[in-house]
């Protein structure tokens, strides 16, 4: 089993920028598909990004595409998320999330992910 922790959540005027890490612990994410997904209140779990094992492939909600960018480093077991021109509706828990299996692609339905982080803060204000 693989433990993330995610960090970097806080408080951004709109149209600032934030950068969230997830650091993952025993099992390796080096060979696993990886996601961000958000849940805000009132509303249901929303996928964010995934990006597969390499980096070398990714996929974004249409909501954060051009704005948002998911990375990863192997090396340092750890994803990113680069959000950038933050808007008030991306207020929400930010989690991180591991693939259940090493898929080669990508998959974005959050029934394929195992496993998951504690989550993680965005407030973005007016």
């Known amino acids: 089993q693989v433990q993330l922790v995610e960090s970097g959540g806080g408080l951004v005027q709109a149209g600032g920028s934030l950068r969230l890490s997830c650091a993952a612990s025993g099992r390796t994410i080096n060979i696993y598909g990886m996601g961000w997904f958000r849940h805000a209140p009132g509303k249901d779990r929303e996928f964010v990004a995934v990006i597969n094992w390499s980096g070398g492939s990714t996929v974004y909600a249409y909501s954060v595409k051009g704005r948002f960018t998911i990375s990863r480093d192997n090396a340092k077991h750890t994803v990113y998320l680069q959000m950038n021109s933050l808007k008030p509706e991306d207020t929400a828990v930010y989690y991180c999330?591991?693939?259940?299996?090493?898929?080669?692609?990508?998959?974005?339905?959050?029934?394929?992910?195992?496993?998951w982080g504690q989550g993680t803060q965005v407030t973005v204000s007016t």
């Open positions: 999330a591991s693939h259940s299996s090493p898929w080669r692609g990508v998959r974005a339905s959050s029934a394929d992910f195992g496993s």
